[in-house]
């Protein structure tokens, strides 16, 4: 496989996952209706140095999780997700749409692309299961084959975030502070809600 098409396949394994509604999503919503458009790119890049942290150990040589920890890695991501979705709900009765965006940190947007991507369970159960077999095979083609692949896939996330948060601070003009503080809520109870969903996955696997 050449370099282009690993580029490629990671653009389009990348999107797929960045496609799919996540806590990674609903962090680039909330931020980018407290930031700004630059919310999606800054989300994205604590997501990237969450996902640096995995490709050095599976380069290293920790290519898997034993299928028994799946597990406990779900019932500590579930706990975290319905912890940040609770405090999200608690802050959504004060929230207010700032009238000065410029002054807000940059910081905290990618504080939160790290946070929900590590507490994700599906984050280190793909990683370390076909994540892991994807970089092994791109790694075939040396150090360039592996850094084509993972700049597709962090293209991928940058792009779709981005212009996730670029749409959502288009409307936020249009928005009052009721509403803001409803988009919070729903922000909230879908956090809680994939919480809820990994913890009954992890102690109840057969629901």
Partial sequence: MSILELALMGFIIG?????APGPTLIATIRSALHVGWTGGPRVTLGHVIAEM????LIA?????????LHPAIAGIGGSALIL?????L????????????SMESSSGPVLAGLLTSVSNPYFWIWWFSVGSALLISSLSQGPA???????GHWAADLGWFTLVSVSIHRSRT???????????????VILVLFGIWFL????????
């Fill in 15 to 19: 999107l797929t996952g960045a496609l």
């Fill in 53 to 56: 942290v995995i490709v050095v």
């Fill in 60 to 68: 290293a040589g920790i290519s898997s999780f034993p299928d028994t």
């Fill in 84 to 88: 940040f979705g609770g405090l999200t």
């Fill in 90 to 101: 608690f802050g959504a009765r004060k929230a207010a749409i700032s009238s000065d965006i």
């Fill in 145 to 151: 084959g592996l850094a084509a692949f993972i700049a």
């Fill in 174 to 188: 249009m928005l009052g502070n009721r509403m803001y503080q409803g988009i919070l809520v729903l922000c909230g």
């Fill in 200 to 207: 009954t996955r992890a102690f109840l696997p057969a629901f």
